[in-house]
């Protein structure tokens, strides 16, 4: 009977640990929930409007291009540049395709791999971009124009033009970039 009582006793202790280990992770997830939030909040960075920023079609160096084509995969960005007559497309899933001769590829290939798209974004850069704008030195300019659209998430539309979120989701940016020649 003593053994019954020993074992009762144990379990009790077991159930109660549990019971402060599940407390305690619940509490702490609840603290760094609460903790994000208020630092989100209190970021006024993070209420910026880029559409109505001073600089919505700003001249850019073709160093930030290039920069902006390496961030593409890595962020919620789509990046279009409108080159001579042609459209190159920089979208996760929907990349415009250049061959080694620096032409684009119509049989509509799919880069699978993160070597493909590495490859496919250096042809473009060294093939296309460089050598049709004459590389950083010769100091060629575009323009940027970019929006955001919502990614995903539910979002209501009242009549007044004013958006309602019933379930938060992300937004995509959509970058254009067009060759600059000043006036």
């Known amino acids: 009977m003593e053994n019954a009582v020993d074992a009762l006793k144990i379990a009790f ?3 109660v640990f549990v019971l402060a280990i599940t407390v305690t992770f619940s509490v702490i997830s609840q603290a760094k929930s609460t903790a994000d939030n208020v630092l989100y909040y209190s970021d006024e960075t993070n209420f910026y409007n880029n559409l109505a920023s001073k600089e919505k ?3 850019v160096s073709i160093t930030d291009v290039i920069s902006t084509l390496y961030r593409y995969r890595d962020e919620l960005i789509s990046v279009t540049l409108k080159l001579d007559g042609e459209e190159y497309i ?3 899933g929907s990349e415009t395709v250049i061959k080694d001769n620096g032409e684009i590829d119509t049989n509509n290939p799919k ?3 993160e070597e493909d798209k590495d490859k496919n974004l250096k042809n473009f850069i060294n ?3 460089l050598k049709k704008y004459g590389g950083i030195e010769r100091g060629t300019t575009f323009k940027e124009e970019f929006g955001e659209a919502p990614y ?3 979002y209501d539309i009242g009549t007044d033009g004013s958006e309602i979120t019933l379930s938060s989701g992300d937004k995509k940016v959509y970058i254009t970039y067009y060759p600059y020649l000043e006036e």
């Open 127 to 129: 093939k296309v971009l």
């Open 57 to 59: 079609n700003r001249i």
């Open 90 to 92: 920089f979208n996760s």
């Open 152 to 154: 995903s998430g539910i």
């Open 13 to 15: 202790a077991v159930f």
């Open 111 to 113: 880069l699978n791999s």
